[in-house]
C-alpha cells in the first residue's frame, strides 16, 4: 500500500487558502479516481481506494499543519508503509506560484509541516510534491514572519486560482506517474 499525503489546515475557513494547495491538489486526484474521504484514522480524513494496480490510503492530517508529523508517522505506523511508498504533497513559498518540484528526499526548506512530518518519522527519506504559491510582494529587502503567515492563510485570487487550477491537475498527473513509474521517472517528466 502506498500512502498519499495532501497537507493542509482543517475547516472551511482555510479551504481555498494557499497553505491548503496539498488538501486541494489530493480532493482532486481522489475525485477523478472515485476515492472518498470518509474514514478517520490517526487524526486524518482519510480514502482507501486502488488506482493503477496500487492499493493507496490517502489523508489528510486533521491536526493543522504545523503539526501534521502527528498524523502522518500514526499512518505510517499503523500500515506499515515503507518510507519510499509515502508521498507529501504540500505548498512552497519558494517556488514560483504555479511550478511544482518532485523529490525523493531532503530538508524541510524551513516548511513547518515538513518540520512536523521529519522529526516525527525521524527520517526525510521519503518522496515530496512542493507547489509553488510564490510570496508575498513587500517594498523592503525581507518581508516579516507575519506577512508570511497572513499570505500563506489567505486565498489565491481569481487570477492565481486560474493558474493553481491547472497546476492542481499536472499534480494529479504526477502522482499517477509516481505510482506507475516510480519517483525518478515522475521526477524527469515533471520537474
Known amino acids: 500500500m502506498k500512502l498519499i499525503v495532501g497537507l493542509g489546515n482543517p475547516g472551511k475557513t482555510y ?20 476515492i472518498r474521504f ?75 509541516g515538513m518540520n512536523s512530518i521529519i522529526s516525527a518519522l525521524g527520517s526525510e527519506d521519503f518522496p515530496r510534491i512542493r507547489v509553488g504559491i510564490g510570496r508575498p510582494q513587500a517594498e523592503e529587502q525581507s518581508v516579516s514572519e507575519d506577512a508570511i503567515v497572513n499570505y500563506v492563510l489567505s486565498d489565491f485570487s481569481p487570477q492565481e486560482e486560474a493558474i493553481i487550477k491547472s497546476v492542481i491537475a499536472t499534480v494529479a498527473e504526477a502522482i499517477d506517474c509516481f505510482l506507475t513509474q516510480g519517483i525518478e521517472a515522475a521526477m524527469s517528466k515533471f520537474n
Not at 479551504?15 to 472515485?34: E, I, M, P, T
Open 38 to 112: 470518509d474514514r478517520r484514522q490517526c487524526q486524518a480524513r482519510v480514502g482507501i481506494g486502488k488506482v493503477r494496480g496500487e492499493k493507496l490510503l490517502l489523508a489528510k492530517p486533521g491536526t493543522f499543519v504545523n503539526l501534521s508529523g502527528q498524523s502522518v508517522a500514526g499512518l505510517v505506523r499503523k500500515h506499515n508503509i515503507p518510507l519510499n511508498d509515502l508521498l507529501v504533497i504540500y505548498d512552497d513559498l519558494d517556488l514560483p506560484l504555479g511550478k511544482i518540484r518532485l523529490r525523493q528526499s531532503g530538508s524541510s526548506g524551513g516548511h513547518k
Open 15 to 34: 479551504a481555498r487558502n494557499r497553505h491548503n494547495v496539498g488538501f486541494q491538489c489530493l480532493n482532486d486526484f481522489a475525485r477523478l479516481h472515485s
